[in-house]
T-cell receptor, first 115, second 116 residues
């Protein structure tokens, strides 16, 4: 069945360095992806999304790259800060048209920022 | 507040007891989702409500799980005869559904359920 998974369960990064979190998906028909950030004791929070007609999308300090050929996503965080410490999920809200998003989430990657 | 709220934030119960978890979605959001997040696992879809349509219950793990949404707003997730494997964080999310547009899901803080 379809699944969305992450390569690294835990990532430790020095403050100020860039972070890269990876995600693989299996549903070749997926055309929309979301990255969520979940801080301890809180629900997931939307960070950035990307549609399959794009290879790259940039936000504030975050960039998402999409490689449809190998069905791979990455989230890049520039100049990682202590406040970035959280679990990051990639999500596949397929299908998203019509408003119904039956979202498949990966396990998540825990990002630890070392001061 | 303007966000999704859930109650209780923590619930400890004994095996075999019934529990009710409550979700108050963002006002005006027509879609409501329940997820379960077990330790070390991803978010597991449980059930979806959209307006007055019949809910999608395909993610409910057993017939001990049920959910209602009254008046298109507040939702209650009920777990009967709880088992230890039901221990998890139960997350609720809501979204404003508009056909063809991004429908970001806003999550509540979750209810941490511990079954002893």
């Amino acid at each position: 069945g379809e699944s969305v998974g992450l390569h690294l369960p835990t990532l430790s990064v020095q403050e100020g360095d860039n972070s890269i979190i990876n995600c693989a998906y299996s549903n070749s028909a997926s055309d929309y992806f979301i990255w969520y950030k979940q801080e301890s004791g809180k629900g997931p929070q939307f960070i950035i999304d990307i549609r399959s007609n794009m290879d790259k999308r940039q936000g504030q300090r975050v960039t998402v790259l999409l490689n449809k050929t190998v069905k791979h996503l990455s989230l890049q965080i520039a100049a990682t800060q202590p406040g970035d410490s959280a679990v990051y999920f990639c999500a596949d809200p397929y299908p998203w048209r019509g408003g119904y998003q039956k979202v498949t989430f990966g396990i998540g990657t825990k990002l630890q920022v070392i001061p | 507040g303007a966000g999704v709220s859930q109650s209780p934030s923590n619930k400890v119960t004994e095996k075999g007891k019934d529990v009710e978890l409550r979700c108050d979605p963002i006002s005006g959001h027509t879609a409501l989702y329940w997820y379960r997040q077990s330790l070390g696992q991803g978010l597991e879809f449980l059930i979806y409500f959209q307006g007055n349509s019949a809910p999608d219950k395909s993610g409910l793990p057993s017939d001990r799980f049920s959910a209602e949404r009254t008046g298109g707003s507040v939702s209650t997730l009920t777990i009967q005869r709880t088992q230890q494997e039901d221990s998890a964080v139960y997350l609720c999310a809501s979204s404003f559904t508009t056909s063809g547009l991004l429908n970001e899901q806003f999550f509540g803080p979750g209810t941490r359920l511990t079954v002893l």
